[in-house]
């Protein structure tokens, strides 16, 4: 499987860069974990912008995770997608579906069958894919509490097997603890280096001996915020990377 680095910027807009997505490939399926800013473009370059795509995972509800999403459905449409496409979203499916209704995107009107479902820890077995929960959203608890709001406080982190190697996207997490359990396994690292605190990366990384890529952040501050960890085994992450496992 291939894996590319769609997007690497963090909740903030950077100039000349795509917000988060990363695209995975193998002989049998093309899809997206999650789909910011930006990703159409990204898609366009490598003509996969009709029916090439199968699925679309979003990790959070978070603005630079998903709201990519709408340009790239109107896009398919207007390319005449005619083959079903799947939107797995952690949590509000059904809340979804009807926002989408409000920016009149229609099944009636769509030239292809859009299918969304929530997901969970076991829904992508098949494609070896194992998403697990972590706390990025916890601190939205008291807020959702008071205004006694739907939202689910989910976010998911991805474990992907690969043939040779084991990667992991930690998407946007609070801390190392979130992910340490199955830092265990994985070969590869795909780290949110904006979020947990600077020293436990730091610490993580002068330890650590598997291959790790730092993103979610401007890459010019975060090669200086870890260039002391940097190495051929750590690396801030760029747009349109390739990792194979």
Known sequence: MQVTILGTAPGKSLLGKSHTSYLLEDNQIKLL???????TQKLIARDLVKDQLDYIIITHLH?????????LLQTLY???????????LPESHEEFKSFMEKLYIFDERFSYPIRIQQYNEDTFEEINIYPFKNSHLFGYRDLVAKRKASNKLLSYSMLIKGQDKQLLISSDIRGLEDIKEKLVACDVLILDGIHPPE?????????SKIEVYITHGD?????EK????????????EEDDEIII
């Open 33 to 39: 974990i999650d789909c910011g800013e930006g990703t």
């Open 199 to 207: 020293e436990s990366i730091k610490k993580f990384l002068s330890k």
């Open 226 to 237: 870890f260039i002391n960890q940097l190495n051929s085994r750590v690396r801030i992450a």
């Open 63 to 71: 603005p630079d995770h998903v709201t990519g999403l709408f340009i």
């Open 78 to 88: 207007l390319n005449k997608r005619s083959k079903e496409l799947l939107l797995f």
């Open 219 to 223: 890459y010019e501050k975060l090669h």
